[in-house]
């Protein structure tokens, strides 16, 4: 299992940035995938949660109306596309392939840097 992310960088607050995962080694369409972040001392969150067919998606409270969640099958892919970002969004963002809408065990990308900041 392989999943790398991209799309991270320096944005000011207001602006937007695309995630992307790419996913490789697994039946891709057959996981749930998630976005998670990791703000400096602090817990690593879900931000958001797409089904493997990507008809249901779920968001953390904070994000929700400005990001989404999205993935395309065909290209092995899930993305996360960020509006409206705040400085309070600045973290590192992973992406999670697992079995199961609850299963806590999963595999990890490396994570991108993300930071909003004027």
């Known amino acids: 299992v392989q999943l790398v992310e991209s799309g991270g960088g320096l944005v000011r607050p207001g602006g937007s940035l695309r995630l992307s995962c790419a996913a490789s080694?697994?039946?891709?369409?057959?996981?749930?995938m998630s976005w998670y972040r990791q703000a400096p001392g602090k817990e690593r969150e879900l931000v958001a949660i797409i089904s493997n067919g990507g008809g249901i998606t779920q968001y953390e409270d904070s994000v929700k109306g400005r990001f989404t969640i999205s993935r395309d099958n065909a290209k092995n892919t899930v993305y996360l596309q960020m509006n409206s970002l705040k400085p309070e969004d600045t973290a590192v963002y992973y992406c999670k392939a697992q079995m199961g809408w609850s299963t806590r065990e999963g595999s990890w990308g490396q994570g991108t840097q993300v930071t909003v900041s004027s």
């Open positions: 080694g697994f039946t891709f369409s057959s996981y749930v």
